[in-house]
């Protein structure tokens, strides 16, 4: 399964940490073609105490905890894997792999912040040429 490109994947987390969650998940299914989950805040009877999110498949949606769970983009991120897998008809797939899936656009943000931060301190503070 292709994933998105760095540069899309770090839109997808600045997007959720600027709360554009419902926007971002929208992009996100754009590219793999398909509906995007549906999210509320609220709890699914047997996960109230040990999960911050939960997909559940018959409803198309993703249920968090509270309204800051909204905004993080590991755990939306993470949730969104098990939709993809649920609507694709490949075998729902397991936590590790929603968390690889969620870490690499993590770290996909993570290198595009610090790559526009040294450029912006390049730009800051220009070497000087001695003669």
């Given at each position: 399964?292709?994933?998105?490109?760095p540069?899309?994947?770090?839109r997808?987390?600045?997007?959720i940490l600027?709360?554009r969650t419902?926007?971002?998940?929208q992009?996100?299914?754009?590219?793999?073609h398909l509906?995007?989950?549906r999210i509320t805040?609220g709890?699914?009877k047997?996960?109230?105490?040990?999960a911050?999110a939960?997909y559940?498949?018959?409803e198309?949606?993703?249920?968090?905890?509270?309204?800051?769970?909204?905004?993080?983009p590991f755990v939306?991120?993470h949730?969104f894997?098990h939709?993809l897998r649920?609507?694709?008809?490949?075998?729902?797939g397991?936590?590790?792999?929603?968390?690889?899936?969620a870490?690499s656009f993590?770290?996909?943000?993570?290198?595009v912040?610090?790559?526009?931060?040294?450029r912006?301190e390049a730009?800051k503070s220009p070497?000087?040429?001695?003669?």
């Open positions: 399964m292709a994933e998105p490109d540069m899309l994947q770090a997808i987390v600045y997007m600027n709360r419902e926007e971002a998940l992009l996100l299914s754009n590219f793999y509906k995007p989950p805040v709890t699914v047997g996960k109230r105490r040990t911050y939960v559940v498949t018959r198309n949606k993703i249920y968090a905890m509270n309204s800051e769970i909204l905004y993080n939306i991120i949730e894997y939709h649920s609507r694709s008809g490949v075998h729902k397991t936590e590790k792999k929603a968390d690889s899936y870490r993590i770290e996909s943000y993570t290198s912040v610090k790559a526009a931060k040294s912006t730009v070497k000087t040429v001695s003669k």
